[in-house]
Structures are given as structure tokens and as C-alpha cells.
């Protein structure tokens, strides 16, 4: 594959940490949205409504659709898609979850001349 065709692809990658605040809400969204898929076979379905009720992070895996990033940019086609979700320990004080430092935000005060 030439560089050419290789600058054609572009992989975006996007972490969302989400509250659950209403988890009786993203239940019953996330059956209504398995009730309504028409493709989707009676046994996946009951499968999909149990999973959903015992794990919020099931439930939302049900509603996100990475498409509708996407939908309204011009001049891309999605060629592949996959999510996930799980449940975390979230700690919004750790170093893990400092965005600026990813971003390649502030530099330390050291490093200036």
C-alpha cells in the first residue's frame, strides 16, 4: 500500500466516560431500542434485554451508534466501525483521566528556556 493510499484511511479514536445518573431511563431506552430492531431474531432479542438490565454498560452499547459521529461530515465514508463499552472506576482527580497532558497541553514551567 502506497503512502497515498494509506493517507486515504483514518482511524478516530474516542473515549467517552459517561455518569449512569439514570440507569432506569438508559433501561428502558435501550429495550425500546431491541424491541424495535426489526433484524434482529427473537432469541438475540431476549438475550439482548437480559444482558441490558444486568449491565448499564450493555444497555448503553444498544444506543450508541459511532455512524452518527460521523453522519454529517463531508467527503468520508465509514468503511469499518466497532465499540465498546464497560463499566470503570472512574477517578476524575488520577493522572490517567488528565486530558491536557494527551493533548499535549501545558508544558512544564522546567522546560522553558
Known amino acids: 500500500m502506497s503512502t497515498s493510499d494509506t493517507a486515504r484511511y483514518v482511524r478516530l479514536r474516542v473515549d467517552v466516560v459517561l455518569e449512569i445518573d439514570g440507569p432506569a431511563e438508559l433501561l428502558d431506552a435501550a429495550k425500546a ?36 459521529l460521523i453522519r454529517d461530515v463531508p467527503g468520508i465514508e465509514m468503511v469499518q466501525a466497532s465499540w465498546s463499552t464497560e463499566e470503570i472506576e472512574y477517578d476524575p482527580d488520577a493522572l490517567e483521566w488528565d486530558l491536557d497532558e494527551e493533548d499535549g497541553g501545558e508544558e512544564d514551567d522546567d522546560d522553558q528556556p
Do not use: K, N
Not at 431474531?41 to 439482548?48: C, K, M
Open 33 to 68: 431500542r431491541i424491541d424495535g430492531d426489526e433484524f434482529m431474531p427473537e432469541d438475540e432479542r431476549v438475550q439482548a434485554r437480559t444482558a441490558a438490565a444486568e449491565d448499564s454498560a450493555e444497555a448503553l452499547a444498544h444506543l450508541v451508534e459511532p455512524f452518527d
